[in-house]
Nanobody
Framework: QVQVTESGGGLVQVGGSLRLSCTASGFAFDDYSMVWFRQAPGKEREGLSCVNWKGITPQYVDSVKGRFTISRDNANNTAYLQMNNLNPEDTGMYYC????????????????????WGQGTQVTVSS
């Protein structure tokens, strides 16, 4: 069956770094773009970054551009999110998702495009 599993979350101080991993199984990983979402406390879930099946031309929302880096390893069915210079506004549950297109098309952040979700990993940034 399909599984999408995030790991790597935790507690980190302001300015610190974390690397999230997302391991997938049960579907053709390299047929899908992978997207990282975040749900901050009391807020709606938002898309942060997308990487296409080739692992090139990643997309980022402005709030994480220059600080976060998305990547993938198709040989190991894994996507990553390297997060640097973290601040308290980055606190939240981080979700990995496979979207229905091989490329990060317009509105890649639209949850309606998600085919498979992970269960999430918590990131807490303390000041």
């Amino acid at each position: 069956q399909v599984q999408v599993t995030e790991s790597g979350g935790g507690l980190v101080q302001v300015g610190g770094s974390l690397r999230l991993s997302c391991t997938a199984s049960g579907f053709a990983f390299d047929d899908y773009s992978m997207v990282w979402f975040r749900q901050a406390p009391g807020k709606e879930r938002e898309g942060l970054s997308c990487v296409n099946w080739k692992g090139i031309t990643p997309q980022y929302v402005d709030s994480v551009k220059g600080r976060f880096t998305i990547s993938r390893d198709n040989a190991n069915n894994t996507a990553y999110l390297q997060m640097n210079n973290l601040n308290p506004e980055d606190t939240g549950m981080y979700y990995c998702a496979a979207i229905r297109t091989a490329y990060c098309v317009d509105e890649w952040w639209d949850e309606g495009r998600v085919k498979y979700w992970g269960q999430g990993t918590q990131v807490t940034v303390s000041s």
